[in-house]
């Protein structure tokens, strides 16, 4: 499969009047969601959106969400999405930047009044959009700061335009590393490795129902829900997520898939209170704090079937998935059976042979085509043979991968490379200590680990006490600089999950050095 087009007839004719997407407003078949996206194309091409045009999508999960995606791939144009946790600046700088027409929202959204932030943009920030189409929009709106407004939902068809070369979506990238960018995919890679997805992971199975908890914004929650569209599975959509909900959900409609950060699954183990899954057949994870090994474990405990996977916005979410003894880490084989995983030197790009750590490096018909409008940023990302550089951490173990930390949070100490998550696990293991972080610092010409932690409920930390546990059970080279108790870590919501600003977190490592050193 090629484009979404053809992704949406495979999966609506393996059951076409068996649960397709199923929201707060209740449940379609398949022939009633392929309906629904011809609608919706119908709409959109009614209001000029042609081949090319750009459309942002900002909108909490639902079935009309997911449609418009296929509409707009339907009619060759593309997609933008727009996180649901972006606010005025955000939105703005991102409806300028990538140049979209015509904005897709929801009235009357509990948490976030998206149409209030809208309006209350820069008129320059507005002004490349021609429509704003509405989702819930209530009687006697027309226009929004002197747009045209229409309420979404249409009739009819109009010709299938979508090409494999099509321009399709963009994600946004966090923003932890670096600056956010725009990745830019074409229809073949969204629809390629959702087959790809679907295939590796069984959606394509009787009884298959993603909990589509993660925000469709983003490439964890879009891949996941591709790759159930593709198999003819049931996608059950979350607009917000909530533990305890959930639970309820995962019993209700018997889920056997879902993604996540281990932040969701800690909340859901917890709100399960010990009482096990009969249907889960696969949680994959990504590992955004110190503590995710040990919330697996939990969680595997109960049914959950938790496994590390990899992706990025530029590989897309669910490249690999983790089995056997690595199963709790990042990592694992490949979904696509051509792709390829080279580890190389991240200063000379030589490659490294197999158990040797440095930059995971892919090529494979899921990569993005571009940075939109960053020729440098996509240049940079790319090495002269077409891997794309992921800027993280890993080695070679048999026939997958390991994913071991980002490389700018990766620290040579005595002479050896070492993760921060072995400094974290230690600290992690220490009376009273619920978190932890570790960066690098500056400290003259060198590079330092610095630790943050939180305490319990109750506990107090002191920082002489846990340098002298430190300095008595690991290496030298290992000790912090510096371990210093805060309330909180710093946190991004990106599309993905909660994230932990490590930049920030490196920011006031450095400043402590500095305060130190003064």
């Known amino acids: 499969m090629t484009t979404l087009s053809s992704v949406l007839a495979a999966g609506a004719s393996r059951n076409p009047h068996g649960a397709a997407v199923t929201d707060g407003t209740g449940t379609l078949n398949w022939a009633d969601f392929a309906a629904r996206v011809e609608g919706l194309a119908a709409q959109l091409h009614a209001a000029g959106v042609l081949p090319g045009d750009r459309a942002a999508l900002w909108l909490p999960n639902s079935a009309d969400y997911l449609a418009v995606i296929f509409a707009n791939a339907r009619l060759g144009a593309l997609s933008i999405h727009v996180n649901t946790r972006f606010r005025a600046s955000e939105v703005g700088s991102l409806l300028q930047r990538s140049a979209a027409t015509v ?20 008129a320059e920030d507005r002004a490349g959009l021609r429509l704003v189409v509405g989702r819930n929009l209530p009687g006697g709106v027309s226009a929004i700061a002197g747009v045209p407004v229409q309420k979404l939902g249409g009739s009819g068809t109009v010709p299938d335009a979508a090409t494999p070369d099509s321009p399709c979506l963009t994600f946004t990238t966090s923003g932890t590393t670096s600056g956010p960018k725009l990745v830019l995919h074409n229809q073949r890679s969204i629809a390629g490795h959702a087959t790809d997805v679907m295939r590796a992971i069984g959606t394509d199975q009787p009884g298959a129902a993603l909990l589509s908890a ?30 305890a909900a959930a639970v309820a959900l995962i019993r209700q409609h018997r889920i056997t898939h879902a993604v996540g950060g281990d932040d969701m699954i800690a909340r859901i183990v917890a709100a399960a209170g010990g009482e096990r899954f009969a249907t889960m057949q696969l949680f994959g994870f990504a590992a955004f704090h110190a503590t995710a090994t040990l919330t697996a474990a939990e969680a595997a405990k109960i049914g959950l079937g938790p496994a590390g996977v990899y992706g990025s ?12 003894a690595n199963r709790l880490f990042g990592g694992g084989r490949p979904n696509c059976p051509v792709a390829e995983v080279s580890v190389r030197d991240p200063e000379t790009g030589d490659v490294l042979a197999p158990g040797q750590s440095g930059e995971l490096c892919f090529r494979a018909p899921s990569l993005f085509v571009e940075y939109l409008g960053n020729e440098a940023a996509t240049a940079k990302a790319r090495t002269v043979d077409g891997f794309f550089r992921s800027g993280d951490l890993g080695h070679i173990d048999g026939d997958s991968f390991v994913f071991e930390a980002r490389l700018g949070d990766t620290l040579r100490l005595g002479g050896f490379m070492v993760n921060p998550e072995e400094i974290e696990g230690f600290l992690v293991g220490l009376p009273g200590v619920a978190g932890a972080q570790v960066v690098a610092a500056r400290k003259g010409g060198d590079k330092v680990p610095v630790a943050f932690v939180t305490a319990h409920a109750g ?29 909180s870590f710093p946190t991004t919501d ?10 920030r977190l490196r920011e006031m490592a450095d400043a402590l050095m500095q305060e130190t050193a003064a």
């Open 103 to 122: 904005l897709v929202t929801e009235w009357g959204f509990e948490p976030v009044d998206f149409p209030a932030i809208l309006a209350g943009l820069p």
């Open 494 to 503: 990106s599309p993905n999950g909660l994230k932990i600003q490590r930049v």
């Open 214 to 243: 993660v925000p469709l914004c983003g490439t964890f929650g879009n891949a996941a829900a591709m790759a159930m569209v593709a198999g003819g599975g049931h996608v059950v959509c979350m607009d917000r997520f909530d533990g």
């Open 459 to 487: 506990a107090t930390l002191n920082e002489a006490t846990m340098m002298a546990q430190c300095r008595e059970n690991i290496a030298r080279f290992k000790v912090p600089a510096r371990i210093v108790p805060v309330d």
């Open 313 to 324: 916005s530029e590989v897309q979410a669910l490249f690999s998935v983790s089995h056997g």
